[in-house]
């Protein structure tokens, strides 16, 4: 039996906004990469843009059995009770800034656009056509593309691919639904330099993959702070063959010039 008893103040009858500071707070410190995985359906209150709450959902992209795929050479599903690794890359805290409980973040950004160009380029080289080949998919798409992203309300796809969400073009074996979306993301925050911070490494079987917060930084009611627009998903396990690694691993997976170091608040 698990004997934890809640310590803190017995008399004080804390507010719902209160309990959700303090189990978003948990969930940062003992899961800094899981603790961002979901998307707000609703725009969360000011300095609150990085705390779970009853206006966020888990996406599809997360769907264990679509980020899985598919055996190779086979038509089975990966068992969803295989075993992630999760590897933080990142700091993320939480403080308390006046009357409102913001998170810290510290670590590694790129820019969104190097991302975006990178993941075209790496969907269409013979790493990842290979891999297509051997019956591997990320998520419900018959071509797949090595990256997924989901973003929060007012930014959502839907609002940009349209309610059918299918693709729009096809080049070659590449499916261009997720290039069009961060192709958009690129073009629509151009003049805001929108980064993608690096929260850290998962594996699971053979496949690794990498995530991250797509953000850019404002400042409001005299307060500066990083505000996300969702998150993104890359694969990076399968970029390297007998025959050498895609020549822009570097970037996919960290570890270029083209990350650099930032640290703020995040809400």
């Not at 090595?146 to 070659?172: C, F, H, N, W």
């Not at 020549?247 to 270029?256: A, D, K, V, Y």
């Amino acid at each position: 039996m698990d004997n934890t008893r809640f310590v803190g103040d017995q008399n004080h009858e804390y507010t719902l906004a209160e309990l959700e500071d303090e189990f978003g707070a948990a969930i940062v410190d003992k899961f800094p990469i899981l603790s961002q995985m979901y998307v707000y359906l609703e725009t969360p209150a000011f300095g609150k843009g990085w705390c779970v709450q009853a206006i966020s959902t888990v996406p599809e992209v997360l769907d264990r059995g679509d980020m899985f795929g598919w055996t190779h050479g086979a038509s089975n599903r990966l068992s969803i009770d295989c075993r992630i690794e999760s590897f933080t890359l990142c700091s993320l805290t939480t403080r308390v800034v006046g009357d409102i409980r913001w998170a810290y973040l510290s670590g590694k950004a790129s820019e969104f656009s190097s991302l975006q160009q990178e993941w075209r380029k790496a969907d269409n080289s013979n790493f990842v056509k290979a891999k297509q080949r051997s019956y591997w998919r990320m998520h419900r798409r018959s071509q797949p593309s090595i990256m997924m992203i989901s973003l929060d309300k007012g930014y959502r796809r839907e609002d940009i691919l349209g309610e059918e969400d299918k693709p729009v073009i096809l080049v070659g074996e590449v499916e261009e639904c997720e290039h069009k979306l961060a192709e958009w993301i690129t073009e629509q925050f151009q003049s805001l330099s929108p980064k993608v911070f690096l929260l850290g490494r998962s594996e699971f079987g053979d496949e690794a993959f990498h995530t991250g917060l797509i953000l850019f930084e404002r400042g409001d009611r005299g307060i500066k702070h990083w505000h996300r627009i969702g998150i993104c998903i890359w694969l990076t396990s399968h970029l390297t063959s007998a025959e050498g690694q895609y020549p822009g691993l570097p970037l996919m997976i960290g570890e270029s010039e083209g990350w650099k170091h930032i640290e703020g608040l995040i809400g």
